[in-house]
C-alpha cells in the first residue's frame, strides 16, 4: 500500500531514566586571538529579542556504526569540539548586557563550552519512533537545575549532553545559543564539529568569520518600514488565550512531496498573476487550518503570520563572506483579519505570504538593524501571531556524520513550551526524498478539527467553466467505515475482491476531490447508504478516458455532472454477499 500524502505521526509518552556521570567545561585546544577582560559585538540581528534563546536540538546514532576499537563516543567528541573551539572562539565566551540593554560577547577565565555525560539503562528502542520528535525526550538535553527560561546571560554558549545507551548507541543533545548563530551558521559549526571528529584533525570549511560590524546601525538610524513583526499588539482574539490557558500538545504530520506539489498548484491564482513557492503554499495552508481549528474570535481580529527569511544572497553592499556564521534573517510578517483568512482561497492566503517573503531586501535588512536599535524590544511579542520555522534547507542529517554516520533523526525535540511556534522539518529517512515533517502545537480538543482541515486542504476553487477543486488526501486503498450497518464500497474491492453495495443500493455519490496525476486521476470518494446512514471513505484510481472530458482542458478539473455520471456509471458495483 503507499504510503498516503499526509501522515499523522504519534510518539510514545514515556519517561527516560538516566544518571549523569560528570559535567566537564571544554576549552579551546589552542590559543585564540581573545583575552580575558576582552568583549565582541553582536549585531542587532544577533541581539533581536527572538535570537534570545537555546536552540535545542537532538541527534540519535545506532550501535552498529560504533567501532568498539574506537576511543569513548564522549572523549572523541570533547577533544573535536576543544579543536572546532580554536577558529570558533566566540562560542567559548559568554553574554553581557552592556548599559543600554544591548547584549555582547565577553571573555573570562575558566569558560568554555560544557559537555555532560550520561548512560541510561534503556535500549535506544524504548524512545519509541525516532523519526518522530518527541517531548519526553527532553533529559537528554541538559538544563541547569532551576534555570530560568530564557535564560542566556553568563551561560555557556554550547551545551552539549551525550547519553549512552543500554544498546550502545547514544545520543547527542544539543543547545546553541541563538544570538552567535542562526540556523545556518550552526549548521556551520556542527559541521565543522562533525567532520573534525570523524577525520581526528581540524576541518574548517569554509573557514568561520565573525564580522558583526557589517551591520553596525546607521547614523542617524533610518527605520523606513513599519516593521509590524516586531509591534506591541494587545492581544484582543480568543488565539493566544486558547493555547496558553490549556495544556497544548505537539502534533505531527509526514508531509509527502506530492502533496506539497498539489497544494503549490492549488494556491496558484487562476489568472496566473503570480507563482508562489512551495513554503509560500505550506505556510498560508498551515496557518488557515491551525486559525480555523482554534476558532479565533472576533472575526475582524487582525492576525499574524512570521517566519525568518536569510537574507545572505540580498547583500550586495557589501557582500557577506563565505563562512559568516551570524544572524543574517528578517522576519517577514503576513497579516490578515481572521475573516479574511478563513473565507478566502488558499491563493489569496498564499499571496500574502510571498509578499511578505519578497518584502525582505537589503534595505529592509538595514531597516530591520535600525528599529530595533532606536526601539530595541524587551519581550516577545505573540498577540495573534502564529511563527513558522524553516528548516528543510538546512543539512541537518548530511553535516553531522560525526564517524558513526547520519543521525537516525536530527532536530527539535518539543514545542509546547513555545506553542506558537510551526517547525517544518526535513524527513531523515534519504530514500523519501522531499518529504517534510511538520509540527505544531494545539489545545489537545481541536486536534482532531486541525487535522480535518490541515491534511484534508478543504477548500474549493471555483474555475471559470464551473469545475470545483475540494482537498482531501488518504491513502490509497485505506478505507474507515462510519456509522452503522453495511455501509456502500463503489467500484473498490472488498475482502473477497468484490465490488461492495449494501442492502438499499447506491443512492448517492459524490466527489470530495478530483486529482489530476499526469494522465490518472485519483479520486477520494463518498457514498452513502439509504438504510445505515454510513459511509466509507478510499481512495480509487479512475480510468481516464471516463475522465478526459477534464483533463484534455489541461485543468486538472472535471465538470460535477459529467463526474457524477461518471461515478454511476463506472462504480456501481455487485452486491456483497
Known sequence: MALPWVQELHFAHLKISLTIDGIVPVMPSSSIPASPGDSLYLSNLDDMIGARVFTPTIYFYQSGNINSSQKPVMKILGDALAQVLVPYYPLSGRLRETENGKLEVFFGPKQGALMVEAHSEMALADLGDLTVPNPGWEPLIFKFPDEEPYKVLDMPLVIAQVTVFRCGGFSLGLRLCHCICDGIGAMQFVGAWAATAKAGTLITNPQPCWERELFLPRNPPVAKFRHVEFMRIEEGSSLTMSLWQTKPVQKCYRVSREFQSHLKNLAQPDDDAFSCTTFDAMAAHIWRSWVRALDVKP?????????????????????????????????????????????????????????????VSEEYLK???????????????????????????????????????????????????????????????????????MCICLPEVVTDKFTENAVVAKQEEQSEGGGFWVGRVVARGEMRRRGRGNAILCGAEGADGEGVQCEGGCVECQSDFVHNVGWRFAVLWRVYCRDFRGSIEGELEVVEADLRHGVARGQGLVEEDDLQGCF???FCGPRLK
Not at 302 to 315: D, G, H, I, M, P
Not at 341 to 354: A, I, K, P, Q
Not at 378 to 407: C, H, M, N, V
Open 367 to 437: 531597516s530591520t538593524v535600525d528599529f530595533i536599535e532606536v526601539d530595541r524590544p524587551k519581550q516577545l511579542e505573540f498577540g495573534g501571531k502564529l511563527t513558522i520555522t524553516q528548516w528543510t534547507r538546512f543539512s541537518i542529517y548530511e553535516g553531522s556524520d560525526f564517524g558513526w554516520a547520519r543521525p537516525i533523526y536530527a532536530g527539535p525535540i518539543d514545542l509546547t513550551p513555545t506553542p506558537q511556534v510551526c517547525v517544518f522539518l526535513p524527513e531523515g529517512n534519504a530514500d523519501l526524498n522531499g518529504t517534510m515533517v
Open 299 to 359: 472575526l475582524n481580529y487582525e492576525l499574524r503570520l512570521t517566519f525568518s527569511v536569510n537574507a545572505r544572497q540580498k547583500l550586495q553592499n557589501p557582500p557577506l563572506k563565505d563562512g559568516f556564521y551570524g544572524n543574517v534573517l528578517c522576519v517577514a510578517c503576513a497579516t490578515s483579519t481572521v475573516s479574511k483568512l478563513v473565507n478566502e482561497r488558499l491563493s489569496d492566503t498564499t499571496r500574502l505570504v510571498r509578499e511578505a517573503r519578497l518584502n
Open 568 to 570: 454511476k456509471k463506472v
